[in-house]
């Protein structure tokens, strides 16, 4: 039986079979001077530009910056945290920043995790699906009387377990998941149906299987502190010996990609093959935090190549 696409909103549309960027690297520069991240991975030839909100710019005014930097450049937050705003507050602020800037926003929204919620937010974390579903029935219901109150816009969610995935199937535009292999790319798929489905991988780009295994743990020493991430990784089989802080060297290799371009196009690969429609890299650098230019640059021919 012939299946019909759901009409997706025009900004998922220009990311199907692409690849994007997920960084904060914007924050380390000047806000003057921030879109010229934004710009640099437009001319690269990428398709979008995911950035996060937790310590550092608030995530719609920082988008902004990103927005009118750039010409084509789909820019997404990866992800906007609930607890930052009203739902009526998100709903105006992506129906304008879509309508200003030719339908080049992705609103992704997520739950956060706890410590940041309740430790930076003064937020209770209590029922963090609920809240999601909630939030997502209140931005459908906010009124907005301006002229681009009835812009259409695209709206995807973070969504690792079942549950948020079912949310994300019901109530929005399609998931974002982050820290994942094609295994769960694949449940992903069969979760939201013909939903979007963009996701975030880490790569170290070369260097030596030392270095690799430094970078990669350093990037997971947050994460493996989080119960949100242990509970996706227990899901995938790794088990409590894997959640040492900055994780085991099998959850590295899961969860970082080493090698040259060549191993980094054989992963966004999988994740196609597995149903992904979007693949955005996170590029993890050596500690300076300084933007990875030239990792972008050697890793944009193989990987935006249509």
């Known amino acids: 039986m012939l299946t019909l696409m759901t009409p997706w909103p025009t900004s998922l549309e220009k990311l199907r079979t692409t690849v994007g960027i997920w960084t904060f690297a914007h924050e380390t520069l000047a806000p003057s001077r921030s879109g010229e991240i934004a710009a640099e991975i ?44 009203d739902a009526v507050a998100a709903a105006s602020a992506s129906k304008t920043l879509n309508a200003a800037f030719g339908e080049r926003f992705v609103l992704g929204l997520g739950v956060s995790h706890r410590p940041l919620v309740e430790g930076l937010r003064k937020h209770d974390y209590a ?55 094609p295994e769960h790319t694949a449940l992903a798929r069969a979760a939201v149906g013909d939903k979007f489905v963009g996701v975030e991988q880490a790569v170290v780009l070369g260097q030596t299987r030392d270095e690799y295994l430094r970078r990669a743990h350093a990037h997971l020493e947050v994460y493996t ?43 966004i690969m999988e994740h196609r ?24 640059r050697r890793i944009a021919p193989v990987a935006t190549a249509r």
């Not at 937790?54 to 988008?63: I, L, N, V």
């Not at 010996?241 to 371009?261: I, P, Q, Y």
């Not at 693949?279 to 300084?290: H, Y």
Request: proline content about 5%; overall charge negative; charged content about 20%.
């Open 127 to 181: 029922s963090p699906v609920a809240a999601m579903r909630d939030y997502l029935t209140s931005m459908d219901a906010a009124p907005m009387f301006a002229p681009e109150g009835a812009q259409p816009y695209a709206r995807v969610i973070a969504a690792l377990g079942p549950k948020m995935l079912e949310v994300g199937a019901a109530f929005a535009d399609g998931v974002h998941p982050y820290l994942v292999t």
């Open 273 to 296: 093959e597995a149903g992904a429609d979007h693949i955005c890299l996170q590029v993890l650098a050596n500690e300076s935090n300084d933007p990875p230019l030239e990792e972008w």
């Open 225 to 267: 502190g989080l119960d949100n991430y242990k509970n996706s990784w227990r899901r995938l089989g790794f088990n409590e010996g894997d959640f040492v802080r900055g994780g085991s060297e099998r959850l590295c290799d899961a969860m970082v990609v080493h090698g040259d371009e060549g191993a980094i196009m054989a992963r």
């Open 42 to 85: 437009e001319s690269l030839g990428y398709a979008a530009l995911w950035m996060p909100e937790a310590w550092g710019r608030e995530a719609f005014s920082s988008a902004q910056l990103q927005l009118a930097a750039t010409s084509t450049l789909v820019v997404a937050t990866g992800i906007a945290n609930i607890w930052a705003r």
